[in-house]
T-cell receptor
Framework: GAGVSQSPSNKVTEKGKDVELRCDPI?????LYWYRQSLGQGLEFLIY????????KSGLPSDRFSAERTGGSVSTLTIQRTQQEDSAVYLC???????????FGQGTRLTVV | KQEVTQIPAALSVPEGENLVLNCSFT??????LQWFRQDPGKGLTSLLL???SQREQTSGRLNASLDKSSGRSTLYIAASQPGDSATYLC???????????WGLGTSLAVNP
C-alpha cells in the first residue's frame, strides 16, 4: 500500500472486553513497530517485529497485551480484559530492511469506558 | 536507561521568526536521532534523521544538529510559517535495538 494503514481509527470499548487493533505496513517493509501514546505522556515502545518474529517485546505493559504478525505483513495487537488505563492512541510504524527510517500510520484511538 | 527531554514544552511565535527547539538525551550510545512532526488527528511525519556519525541534516527550512558527546540535538526552523504549527517530537534509537525512545515534544504555534 501507499502508507501504513491502521484500523479501526477509533474504538470505544467497555472495561473488561477484548480488543484487536490491526496494522497494515508498507508493502515490502520487514520491520514493524507498535507504540502507545497516552494523554500527557510521551510515546512508549511496545513491541518490534522483524519479519514474523518479535526480537523485542519488552515494552508490552502486561500479559494482557499480545501481538502477532503473519506472512511478514499484517500485525494485530490484542488487549485482553481492557482497563481504563489502556486508553491511548496506538501507533504502528514500519521500515524497510536496513533502514532506520520509520513510517507511521495514523493510529487507533482506544477509549475504555 | 535512556531518557529524552525536550525544551521548551510549548512555544508561540509570530510568523517569520527563526526558532530553535532543543532535545537532550542521557545515553550517548545512540544509533540515530530523529525529529518528527505530529499534527492533531494525523500520524507522525518524519522530518530529519541524523545518524550517530553525522553532525547535522538539512531539509528545506529545517536544520537539525547532533552533538552526541554532550547528548544534545537542536532543530532549527527558519522563517517560520503558520503551517509549521504542530508538535515536534525528538526520538533516539539505541545502539543495540531498533526501538525509539521519545521526548514529550514541543508544541509550536506560529501566529499570522
Amino acid at each position: 500500500g501507499a502508507g501504513v494503514s491502521q484500523s479501526p481509527s477509533n474504538k470505544v470499548t467497555e472495561k473488561g472486553k477484548d480488543v484487536e487493533l490491526r496494522c497494515d505496513p508498507i508493502s515490502g517493509h520487514t520491520a514493524l513497530y507498535w507504540y502507545r501514546q497516552s494523554l500527557g505522556q510521551g510515546l512508549e515502545f511496545l513491541i518490534y517485529f522483524q519479519g514474523n518474529s518479535a526480537p523485542d517485546k519488552s515494552g508490552l505493559p502486561s500479559d494482557r497485551f499480545s501481538a502477532e504478525r503473519t506472512g511478514g505483513s499484517v500485525s494485530t495487537l490484542t488487549i485482553q480484559r481492557t482497563q481504563q488505563e489502556d486508553s491511548a492512541v496506538y501507533l504502528c510504524a514500519s521500515s524497510s530492511w536496513g533502514s532506520p527510517k520509520a513510517f507511521f500510520g495514523q493510529g487507533t484511538r482506544l477509549t475504555v469506558v | 536507561k535512556q531518557e529524552v527531554t525536550q525544551i521548551p514544552a510549548a512555544l508561540s511565535v509570530p510568523e517569520g521568526e527563526n526558532l530553535v527547539l532543543n532535545c537532550s538525551f542521557t545515553d550517548s550510545a545512540i544509533y540515530n536521532l530523529q525529529w518528527f512532526r505530529q499534527d492533531p488527528g494525523k500520524g507522525l511525519t518524519s522530518l530529519l534523521l541524523i545518524q550517530s556519525s553525522q553532525r547535522e541534516q538539512t531539509s528545506g527550512r529545517l536544520n537539525a544538529s547532533l552533538d552526541k558527546s554532550s547528548g544534545r540535538s537542536t532543530l532549527y526552523i527558519a522563517a517560520s510559517q503558520p503551517g509549521d504549527s504542530a508538535t515536534y517530537l525528538c526520538a533516539v534509537m539505541g545502539g543495540n535495538n531498533r526501538k525509539l525512545i521519545w521526548g514529550l515534544g514541543t508544541s509550536l504555534a506560529v501566529n499570522p
